[in-house]
């Protein structure tokens, strides 16, 4: 089992709704990650989280709106996305002290209609 | 027609032989470097690591071999196992949380 849970595990929306993706961790990392896969292709960095404040955006459309609640949770804020948005979405969770590797959830497959 | 476009490179070996999985990465001044291991239907999975001050890191079965001058990573898995059929993919950083990875190897292993 992952330590790092990610909510829902399958999400179809249509392209005017609004959705959220959840990710919660209880590592007590202080940094958190988002990332965007698609088919037969690597991990894209989106967003990342130190001590929860958003601190890399990689030019992400403002469609995806990133969260950092608190230390263990992070939610990803989806509105009036495109069927090119479709895709695996990544959470993952490390330590800031030193070179440290990331924990990854199991991801959220999105399917945009 | 025939698809047009980035193919995931692929790796086929018999169950008990050794794999090496290269990675080409891109920015030399890159000073960590992680192996992960993603199954179908999973996110991936940590496999070992390797800082910039050292050539060589050997964990269970695996060994990541870490080459400055050209840019190059490899990761060797000692006697293949079918458990082992996944992707493979390096990742790479300079800041220490700006991660970025590489194409990925698909591993298959033939019973």
């Known amino acids: 089992d992952t330590e790092v849970t990610q909510t829902p595990k399958h999400l179809v929306m249509g392209m005017t709704n609004k959705k959220s993706l959840k990710c919660e961790q209880h590592?007590?990392?202080?940094?958190m990650y988002w990332y965007k896969q698609k088919a037969k292709k690597p991990p894209e960095l989106m967003f990342v989280?130190?001590?929860?404040?958003?601190?890399i955006n990689e030019s992400v459309p403002s469609r995806f709106s990133p969260e950092c609640p608190n230390s263990s949770l992070l939610n990803l804020h989806l509105h009036a996305l495109q069927p090119e948005d479709s895709a695996l979405y990544l959470c993952a969770s490390s330590s800031l002290f030193g070179d440290q590797p990331q924990h990854f959830g199991d991801g959220t497959r999105l399917s945009i209609l | 027609g025939e698809s047009v476009g980035l193919h995931l490179p692929t790796l086929s070996v018999q169950e008990g032989d050794n794999s090496i999985i290269n990675c080409a990465y891109s920015?030399?001044?890159?000073?960590?470097f992680i192996w992960y291991k993603q199954e179908s239907g999973k996110g991936p999975q940590f496999i070992i690591d390797i800082r910039s001050n050292m050539d060589k890191r050997q964990g269970q079965r695996v060994t990541v071999l870490l080459n400055k001058t050209v840019k190059h990573l490899s990761l060797q898995i000692a006697a293949t196992q079918p458990g082992d059929s996944a992707v493979y993919f390096c990742a790479e950083t300079y800041t220490g949380n700006q991660f970025y990875f590489g194409t990925g190897t698909s591993l298959t292993v033939i019973p």
């Open positions: 920015n030399s001044a890159s000073d960590y």
């Open positions: 590592m007590g990392h202080r940094a």
């Open positions: 989280y130190s001590y929860e404040k958003l601190s």
